[in-house]
C-alpha cells in the first residue's frame, strides 16, 4: 500500500522523501497501520477489502497530510488549487469546493483533505457481525 499511497501523493504534486529514514516514511507507514486498524475495527474483517482498497489510499493521504499540515511542514500556499473540480461526487458523498475568489488556499485545502479522509459511510457495505 506505501508504493500507491506514494504514487497518490505524486499525482496531487506532493513530494515525499525517498530516503528510508526520513520523516515521511515513518509518518507514512504510522498513518498506514492506523488507517487500515480503522477500516478493520470498523468492518470487523482481518483485512481491508478490494472494494475499499481506493478508500484506504485516501484516508491514508488525508491524514498524511492533516499530519504534515498541523506540524507546520507543508506549505498550503504552493500547492495549486485551480486545476481542482468544483464538485466531486463519490457514491452517495458529494462535495462541492468553494470557487469564489476569496476563499483562501488553507479553505481549500481543509475541504479536500475533508473529502480525502472520508467517512464511515463507505464501510456499511462490508460490515460484519461480531459476537
Given at each position: 500500500?506505501?508504493?500507491?499511497?506514494?504514487?497518490?501523493?505524486?499525482?496531487?504534486?506532493?513530494?515525499?522523501?525517498?530516503?528510508?529514514?526520513?520523516?515521511?516514511?515513518?509518518?507514512?507507514?504510522?498513518?498506514?497501520?492506523?488507517?487500515?486498524?480503522?477500516?478493520?475495527?470498523?468492518?470487523n474483517l482481518s483485512s481491508i477489502p478490494n472494494g475499499l482498497k481506493e478508500i484506504a489510499i485516501d484516508m491514508v493521504v488525508g491524514e498524511f497530510l492533516l499530519t504534515k499540515k498541523s506540524m507546520g511542514q507543508l506549505d498550503i500556499a504552493t500547492l495549486n488549487f485551480d486545476l481542482m473540480a468544483k464538485q466531486v461526487q463519490d457514491g452517495d458523498t458529494n462535495v462541492t469546493f468553494a470557487v469564489n475568489e476569496n476563499t483562501t488556499p488553507e479553505a481549500q485545502f481543509n475541504t479536500f483533505l475533508n473529502y480525502l479522509r472520508h467517512n464511515d459511510t463507505d464501510f456499511a457495505r462490508y460490515r460484519v457481525l461480531v459476537w
Open positions: 500500500m506505501l508504493e500507491d499511497v506514494k504514487k497518490r501523493l505524486s499525482s496531487l504534486g506532493i513530494t515525499v522523501s525517498s530516503e528510508p529514514s526520513s520523516s515521511d516514511n515513518f509518518i507514512l507507514s504510522f498513518t498506514i497501520d492506523k488507517v487500515t486498524n480503522h477500516i478493520k475495527n470498523q468492518t
